[in-house]
Each structure stands twice: as C-alpha cells, then as structure tokens.
C-alpha cells in the first residue's frame, strides 16, 4: 500500500534549491516538488513533454521566449507546452510542484550546474 | 501562449460535487479539480491507471478495498495505482486536485448517478 505524503513536511526535507524530489509517480509522469531561489536555471526546453508548474509558496517569474516574463503567485498553475524555451528564476524562495514526464530532463538538452539526472531526483 | 490558472479562483466556478472539471494536461495525463461532499463514489477501480488525490481545502475519507479506511488532510498526496478498488467521501466539503491518464473513466467500469464523462469534464 502506499503512504500518504503531506507537502508541507515533504518540502521540510529538502536543502538545496534548484533540486527537483521525486514524490510520486502516475503512470509516464512523475510529480516533484523542488525549491527555487536565484537566477541559476538556464533557458531550455523539453522537445517532447510539457512541464507543469504550480506555486505551493511564494513567487516565480517565468519567462517563455520571446515574450514579457510574467510573476506567478501562490495557488497559481502554468503549463510550458513541449517545445517551448522557458526559464524560472525567483526573489525570494519559492516552492513549487512540478509535473511532467518520466522521460524530461531537468534542464533539457542544456547541462549547467544545477542539472540533476532522474536519479539524483529520487 | 497558454493562460495562468489560479486553483482557488478557479474552484470557485464549481458549483456541483462529485463533477470532475479539467483544469490542464500534460502529455497523457489531466489534471482536475473537484469537490466532494458525501458519500455517491462507488467502489471502483481504473484498471490501467494511477490515480494522484491532492486535498486543497478540507478532509478526505480514503477507502482501498480490504484496508481500514484514513483520512486525508490539507496538503496530503495519495496516489492509487492501477487495478486497486477503492473509494472516497467526505463529512464537510473537500476540495481536491486530481492526476490521472486521460483514458481513465471517472468511476472506472462502475457507472452511478454521479458518473461524468470526459466530455462532461471539460
């Protein structure tokens, strides 16, 4: 049987920003969650997933290609089609879930310093 | 470009419970929000298909077949893999965020008064 994980206590256990947890798995997706702070990820995008994101606490900005970045709030959900270069940094620390397939790599196919593989995720 | 979409904002456009609206997708999955209050959810499984319950507001009484039923509260994640029966309910309304493959029915083969179809979702 599975276990029930609470969010918040989950978030508790993770030090580093920029570190996606795994958390669970429904069937192709995974469901993480990862803490942000900075300006350390790199413009990208995943050729063949779409990338869910929403804000369990404070704020992002997300900036798609070509167009003005924009600032999402608690309670907030975007999804960056396939595809599409993005890039999220944050003022303050900002917590987010994040939804997408088994098969995206944490920062595309750009490898920068704070990419994980699916295996330091888990 | 695809659009924000703030959950507590968009909870407030539901008016009926046990009526799945999808919210987003992600490749094969939707991902949904609904409120519960009662007890209409059968029994029920989805044979090929994990299914992720996220409590946004509230509490959940969460039954898997031959298991004593738990409560889910805010902040908490489950998710029912493929195959297993069970169940959900609630004492006072519940406000949940769902994961699942777009081929999953709502009440998996079991169909009962408060069975939508996808098209009933959207």
């Known amino acids: 049987m599975n276990i029930?994980?609470?969010?918040?206590?989950?978030?508790?256990?993770?030090?580093?920003?920029?570190?996606?947890?795994?958390?669970?798995?429904?069937?192709?997706?995974?469901?993480?969650?990862v803490k942000i702070l900075g300006e350390k990820v790199p413009l990208h995008n995943h050729v063949n997933e779409d990338e869910l994101f929403y804000i369990l606490e404070g704020a992002l900005e997300m900036e798609?290609?070509?167009?003005?970045?924009?600032?999402?709030?608690?309670g907030d959900l975007y999804i960056v089609k396939r595809g599409v270069n993005h890039k999220v940094s944050s003022h303050n620390e900002c917590h987010l879930m994040l939804i997408e397939n088994k098969t995206a790599l944490h920062t595309g196919e750009v490898s920068v310093e704070i990419t994980k593989s699916i295996k330091e995720q888990k």
């Open 4 to 33: 029930i994980i609470n969010i918040p206590v989950a978030l508790k256990s993770i030090r580093n920003h920029f570190s996606p947890k795994i958390i669970g798995e429904v069937n192709d997706v995974y469901i993480k969650i």
């Open 64 to 74: 798609i290609e070509n167009n003005p970045p924009f600032q999402m709030n608690k």
